[in-house]
Nanobody
Framework: QVQLVESGGGLVQAGGSLRLSCAAS????????MGWLRQSPGKEREFVVA????????YYADSVKDRFTISRDNAKNTVYLQMNNLKPEDTAVYYC??????????????WGQGTQVTVSS
């Protein structure tokens, strides 16, 4: 019984930055990783980045590596996604998710409602 709520999405011009937050409530388990995944119209949901329970290990999709940074504050039950140098192709609904430490969307079993990120050229 985990609830995830994303915030921080919006409209930004190419080259700009946004910071997304994901607040978790309810009991989570020690094996849970946290991830950000995204979906654009007409495309399947894709992995963006994940972080393990302790925050010591992170995994990034090649398309966002060196531009996006994931972090977590376990005391606040919150995960963050700092997005820099945004590109129009980053436009998508971004979902926070909890589950296995995996690159596959199928490995995540708790999902937030999503937050829209739109990057204009």
């Amino acid at each position: 019984q985990v609830q995830l709520v994303e915030s921080g999405g919006g409209l930004v011009q190419a080259g700009g930055s946004l910071r997304l937050s994901c607040a978790a409530s309810g009991r989570t388990f020690g094996s849970d990783a946290m991830g950000w995944l995204r979906q654009s119209p007409g495309k399947e949901r894709e992995f963006v980045v994940a972080i393990n329970r302790s925050g010591r290990s992170t995994y990034y999709a090649d398309s966002v590596k060196d531009r996006f940074t994931i972090s977590r504050d376990n005391a606040k039950n919150t995960v963050y996604l700092q997005m820099n140098n945004l590109k129009p192709e980053d436009t998508a609904v971004y979902y926070c998710a909890a589950g296995l430490l995996t690159y596959s969307p199928d490995g995540y079993y708790y999902w937030g409602q999503g937050t829209q990120v739109t990057v204009s050229s």
